[in-house]
């Protein structure tokens, strides 16, 4: 068999053994559907008046509720960094994982299954999230192709925070070390235009707020699903994508095949 | 089968591995035994490719372990302390998984399956996660996982630490029929009796080394420690006894002979018969059989000084 019909073929197997962990031990799922559904509802109903104020209305497609949803979609696929980290960690700290390592299977195998358990999992929590918005009065556009194109980015940027937490999960060790990791990465959401535009803010937060990766990810959605301008962004959001999707992509390949033993002369426990 | 030369391995400062050369034949029972922090774990991660030596070859199945390290995972099935169960799935499913693993197709892989488990008795359990399983039920589904690949080599690394007598011995059971059928397997333990009971050939590990090989014999013979102590009435008791049993160590103030044993009853009982029948009273017997202790002193100069971390290394494994 040639190595690249292995790789899937053993993808494949390691992603059933994710769904199924998934199944089976769905705290992890749950509550990545519930916390940004309460930021949701928090953001929409207790600070929306004050903060939709700030913002002038209009001019950010309509009202506080169409500014505030495409950022939880993203958020919400940034609080999939942190579960992705603690499945992985728990995952690596199981011992099985040392009995992959001795077995004649691809090696990419192991996190490839973990990235696409991922990201069904947080596809299907965003589809979700999704639901509870519109619920809440989210009135998005109808036009198919921005949809299309909207869920495509949402994919993309999956696929980066993924990785991440992939990489998160193996750097940090132990669960608290890996949730530290993913929760400090996902402040980059509050210093983003989330909750308010840039507009608002002191000098050079306002230029870190306009370039780091959530906010293009963010202005690129709302301009697919809203009709405001898209600029620079969509731009700056798929290099980001990439980029992010790079590092923690050959990151986690780089510490995964790397004698971990080696530092730790206790078995993987 | 199992073939290294000059192996090392250090993790930091520490020195694991001090150039081990090691030869274990195809379809025997090799046994490295040595107490924790000998570098038996390390041997086996070394050999099964987990992690990379420092220096020295070995090759497993026919392949180099550091050039071929796939063609060797393919030959090879490990159980013990580093390795594990996933304990989400069921037992079959962890099964299964393995069978997916190996590229089985679906139908192969069930058979494969229900074969290992009514094989390793748990066929009841096939449905249950492995955290309701007792601690022999996990080490067998963990040995059964290791095996649905049909290897041709397998490494056991303690694989009875932990388990209460029973266990230990349907394990050992399960080890003799592994062998019988066929597979080279390595095993290490830190029980005398264990590598006695089940090797062809016993290695002894101490910091690193390895400072004695041979058969089980060969090496109970250069152990003093397994003897019958006998203590007569009088001087003339053990002069008779001296005559009839040979010189052993003796103390005339004591009256006590000391008469080398394999600890089994029945050489307890010939050398009774032997006495009774020369009509010679003991006062007394002790049977001494050898214990790990006594093979390191003998052996190394040296008591075991690592058995006070045994418990901790045991909930490890168990985990």
Known sequence: MSSLSSTVQDSVTMLRRDVKHSIRFPMMTISGLAVPIIMLALFNYVFGGALGAVLGGVAHGGSYTNYLAPAILVITVGSGCASTAISVVMDMNAGIIARFRTMAISRASVLNGQVLGSLIRTMLTIGLVLGVALLMGFRPTTDPVAWLAALGLIALFTLAITWMGVMFGLVGKSPAGANSLAQLFLLLAFTSTAFVSTASMAGWVRYFAQYQPFTPVMETLRGLLLGTPIGNNAMLAVAWCLGLTLVGYLGARAIYNRNTIASNPTPLL | ?319
């Not at chain 2, 089968?1 to 001090?18: A, C, N, P, Q």
């Not at chain 2, 390795?83 to 590229?103: F, K, R």
């Not at chain 2, 089985?104 to 290992?116: D, I, N, P, V, Y």
């Not at chain 2, 006695?196 to 004695?212: E, T, Y």
Request: charged share 25%.
């Open chain 2, 1 to 319: 089968m199992i073939e290294t030369r000059g192996l090392r391995k250090s993790f930091g400062d520490h020195v694991v591995l001090d150039g081990i050369d090691m030869d274990v034949a195809e379809g025997t029972i090799f046994a490295l035994l040595g107490p924790n922090g000998a570098g038996k774990t390390t041997m086996v991660q070394v050999l099964s490719t987990l992690i990379d030596a420092d220096g020295g070859e070995a090759r497993v199945a026919g392949h180099d372990v550091f050039k071929e390290p796939d063609a060797v995972r393919a030959a090879i099935g490990v159980t013990g302390q580093f390795s594990a169960v996933d304990n989400i799935l069921t037992g079959e499913e962890n099964l299964l998984l393995m069978a997916d693993l190996h590229h089985l197709s679906r139908r192969a892989g069930r058979k494969r399956a229900a074969e290992l488990l009514e094989r390793f008795e748990l066929s009841d359990a096939a449905r249950k996660t492995p955290t309701t399983y007792s601690g022999g039920m996990r080490r067998r589904l963990d040995l059964a996982m290791g095996l649905v690949g049909a290897p041709r080599v397998i490494f056991l690394d303690e694989p009875t630490t932990g388990l209460d007598p029973r266990s230990r011995r349907t394990m050992w059971q399960i080890i003799r029929d592994l062998v019988a059928g066929g597979v080279t397997i390595l095993l290490t333990t830190q029980y005398l009796d264990e590598a006695d009971q089940l090797a062809n050939r016993i290695a002894l590990l101490d910091r690193g080394k390895l400072v004695a090989e041979g058969t089980p014999d060969e090496l109970k013979r250069r152990i003093p420690g397994g003897h019958i102590s006998l203590r007569f009435a009088d001087a003339s008791g053990l002069e008779a006894a001296t005559r009839i049993l040979g010189e052993g160590p003796r103390d005339d103030n004591e009256l006590t002979l000391q008469v080398p044993t394999d600890g089994s009853v029945r050489a307890l009982k010939e050398t009774l018969d032997r006495l009774e029948r020369a009509a010679i009273a003991v006062d007394d017997v002790a049977v001494h059989t050898a214990d790990l202790d006594d093979v390191f002193f003998a052996l190394t100069g040296h008591h075991d000084t690592h058995n006070n971390t045994h418990l901790n290394t045991q909930e490890g494994a168990v985990r």
